[in-house]
């Protein structure tokens, strides 16, 4: 939970969002070699046919509470592997490298 100074009341936060401190367009960006090897980051073939069936059985309405905190997982992670792509992007793009 994250308080909002302003009416001190609980406003959601998550992992992602306190881990675009840590990757933020305003700090300075990753080598060239890094920022490849970062762009390089994904799940494997198990893992993406995981998510895939875990969406349908979202979408279906018939995902258990255990599989759904599984799928939150993945998507967390999901969503930090895209913070740190497009902050390797950037960096490229700040060195006159395309990506």
């Known amino acids: 939970m994250q308080y909002n100074c302003d009416t001190f009341r609980p406003t959601a936060i998550s992992e992602a969002d306190i881990l675009e401190h840590v990757v933020s367009p305003e700090k300075e960006g990753f080598a060239a070699d890094a920022a490849r090897a970062i762009l390089g980051l994904k799940f494997d ?6 998510i895939r069936q875990l969406l349908q059985k ?3 309405g018939t995902i258990s509470a255990d599989e759904r905190i599984t799928l939150e997982k993945f998507l967390r992670v999901g969503k ?3 913070l740190l792509h497009a902050k390797a ?3 490229l793009k700040e060195a006159g490298i395309p990506s």
């Open 89 to 91: 992007r950037l960096s």
């Open 80 to 82: 930090f592997i895209d």
């Open 58 to 60: 979202n979408n279906r």
């Open 45 to 50: 073939k198990a893992a993406t046919q995981r």
